[in-house]
Every structure is written in C-alpha cells, then in structure tokens.
C-alpha cells in the first residue's frame, strides 16, 4: 500500500480558487487510481473526483463538474485538485485516497468501498 500526504487546503472567498496536491510514497506502483473525496462535520465522507492512474479516466461528482479539475503527475506520483469557482458549500476537509484495483461496474472507482488508503485530510474553508 502507499502512504498519502495532502497539502494545499485554506482559507478563499466565494468565487477563489485552490489547488490540492496529494504526495504519494511507498507501493505507487500497485495503485490503479486516485480520488477525492470531502466530509463536513455530521455528514458521509462524498466524492469529489478520481482518476485513472495508468490511462486517466477521470469522474466527476455532479456538484464539482466544470469547476473542479483533477489532474496527476506519474512522474511526481501525485494527484491534484484544481478549484475554481469555489462556494461556501465546498467547505469541507479533503480527503485524498488510492484505489488499488479496478471496479467491477464501473473503470474510475468513485465508492468509498473501492479505496484502501487514505491521507489525514487537509481543511478548505470558502467564505462567503
């Protein structure tokens, strides 16, 4: 497995942009793909985005489609989350996760079944 360290989160006005990173280390090989996903207190874990890591197959939850852009640099074994347009309804702490196998349904993994590590999460707050 490989261990996921998160950075990037803070504090925006409606309207801001922040871009998430997520380091990688360890098995990066045995990754099959990487997501995001969001939790705001007394609420499920949600899913942001993922992405493929060999061929990029990306997903998108409806709630971020056309604001948010998920990206990866094999190279650097990292993912990012670009954030645009941010809404106060974004805030939340993120999650970064790796998925190690493909989905029997589905190519991108999106479930929070389908990931077996995580990252300790990194706060973003969108004022209004």
């Known amino acids: 497995q490989v261990q996921l360290v998160e950075s990037g989160g803070g504090l925006v006005q409606a309207g801001g942009s922040l871009r998430l990173s997520c380091a990688a280390s360890g098995r990066s090989f045995s990754v099959y793909a990487m997501g995001w996903f969001r939790q705001v207190p007394g609420k499920e874990r949600e899913f942001v985005a993922a992405i493929t890591w060999s061929d990029g197959f990306i997903y998108y939850a409806d709630s971020v489609k056309g604001r948010f852009t998920i990206s990866r640099d094999n190279a650097k074994n990292t993912v990012y989350l670009q954030m645009n347009s941010l809404k106060p309804e974004d805030t939340a702490v993120y999650y970064c996760?790796?998925?190690?196998?493909?989905?029997?349904?589905?190519?991108?993994?999106?479930?929070?079944?389908?990931?077996?590590?995580w990252g300790q999460g990194t706060q973003v707050t969108v004022s209004s």
């Open positions: 996760a790796a998925s190690y196998s493909r989905p029997r349904t589905f190519i991108v993994p999106t479930d929070l079944t389908d990931f077996g590590s």
